[in-house]
């Protein structure tokens, strides 16, 4: 009965693969924090670089984001997590 949960995890790495060009054309200086990010053991098949801001909050570790923070995400901007450092990108979904 719980059967049928679709695993998108290759996907996500293209995604993933997207936001690091997004992200690097952006702030090319985040490139050195982004390396350092992505070498730290996977245990999310988001990649753990990057999260998305949910209900104003960080989406893996559940930060609330400062206000001024979440307009510079809406307006397409990468913002730090305060708290595991991860880039945020607003969802636009
Ligand atoms: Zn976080």
Redesign the pocket.
């Known amino acids: 009965m719980s059967r049928g949960i679709q695993d998108s995890a290759n996907s996500d790495e293209s995604s993933v693969k997207r936001l690091c060009e997004q992200l690097l054309d952006q702030q090319p200086q985040a490139q050195v924090l982004l390396e350092r990010l992505l070498s730290r053991p996977a245990g999310r098949k988001e990649g753990n670089a990057f999260?998305a801001i949910r209900m104003g909050r960080?989406s893996?570790?559940?930060?609330n984001v400062a206000a001024v923070r979440l307009q510079q995400a809406k307006s397409g901007e990468f913002i730090n997590?305060?708290?595991?450092?991860?880039f945020?990108y607003f969802e636009t979904r």
């Open positions: 999260a960080c893996a570790c559940h930060l997590c305060a708290s595991c450092a991860r945020l």
